[in-house]
C-alpha cells in the first residue's frame, strides 16, 4: 500500500489543475485519499459477485478551480462520469470532459457498456 501512496504523491507534486484516474478499485465502504489542495469527485464500481471489485474512476480539481468543474452525468453502472467546464472555451464553446472507465472484454461484469453508450450522451 505505501508504494501505491508513494505514487500518488509523487504524481501530485506537479501540481496540474485536473488530475483523472481509473483502476482506482474503491468500492462504495472505501474512500478516496485526501489530497491536500484538492477536492475529489470518485465514482465507485459495484461490488462484484466474485473475486474483487475493479475498476473506479477518481477525478481530483485543485480546489481553486473546483467551483468551476462540475460533474454533469455519470453512468448507471458507474463506468463513466462526464465533467462539465462552463468557464474552459474550446472554439467558443464550453467543454466536457468524459473519464471512462471500460472494463476488459473478457469481463462480464460490464459486457454492455463500452464508451460508445458515454458518446451517446453528446452525438
Known amino acids: 500500500m505505501h508504494k501505491k ?3 500518488l504523491q509523487s504524481l501530485f507534486s506537479s501540481k496540474a489543475d485536473l488530475y483523472c484516474l481509473v483502476e482506482t478499485w474503491l468500492t462504495e465502504h472505501c474512500t478516496a485519499v485526501d489530497v491536500p489542495g ?11 459477485q466474485r473475486g474483487p471489485t475493479r475498476g473506479g474512476i477518481c477525478v481530483y480539481v485543485a480546489e481553486r478551480l473546483s467551483q468551476f468543474v462540475k460533474v454533469w452525468r455519470v453512468a448507471a ?13 474550446v472554439n467558443k464553446c464550453e ?20 464508451p460508445y453508450d458515454a458518446l451517446q450522451l453528446i452525438l
Not at 78 to 86: A, E, R, T
Not at 106 to 113: F, I, P, R, V
Request: glycine share 0%.
Open 5 to 7: 501512496l508513494d505514487v
Open 38 to 48: 484538492y477536492s475529489c469527485h470518485s465514482v465507485c464500481r459495484p461490488v462484484a
Open 77 to 89: 453502472d458507474n463506468s463513466y462520469v462526464w465533467l462539465h467546464l462552463p468557464h474552459v472555451k
Open 95 to 114: 467543454m466536457y470532459l468524459c473519464v471512462c472507465y471500460v472494463a476488459p472484454r473478457s469481463s462480464t461484469a460490464n459486457a454492455h457498456s463500452y
